[in-house]
Nanobody
Framework: QVQLVESGGGLVQAGGSLRLSCAAS????????MGWFRQAPGKEREFVST????????YYADSVKGRFTISRDNAKNTVYLQMDSLKPEDTAVYYC???????????????WGQGTQVTVSS
């Protein structure tokens, strides 16, 4: 089991940037695929991005491709989500998750953080 703690959320104007971090505790962090998901009020939790254990493979939702960048530092047991050119529709609670497979389906992830709020004002 992996314990995950997100940070870095906040309020930003449209066009601005935020960097989310997700610190993991537990063993073998580099063996886990790490994903970012988000959930806006009244909506389903949706896939944002994922990265393989080595960091070699990354995938993005079409809605964030070209604006968000996922990365990880296995020495620090941390995964990041750099979010640029933010839009009001990016407003949501952002969650990081750990899983054994690299996927876009939230059901493929076993451990979740508590979430961090991102609010983008127009």
């Amino acid at each position: 089991q992996v314990q995950l703690v997100e940070s870095g959320g906040g309020l930003v104007q449209a066009g601005g940037s935020l960097r989310l971090s997700c610190a993991a505790s537990g063993r073998a962090f580099s063996s886990y695929a790490m994903g970012w998901f988000r959930q806006a009020p009244g909506k389903e939790r949706e896939f944002v991005s994922t990265i393989s254990g080595s960091g070699r493979f990354t995938y993005y939702a079409d809605s964030v491709k070209g604006r968000f960048t996922i990365s990880r530092d296995n020495a620090k047991n941390t995964v990041y989500l750099q979010m640029d050119s933010l839009k009001p529709e990016d407003t949501a609670v952002y969650y990081c998750a750990a899983g054994s497979v690299l996927g876009r389906d939230k059901n493929e992830y076993d451990d979740w953080g508590q979430g961090t709020q991102v609010t983008v004002s127009s």
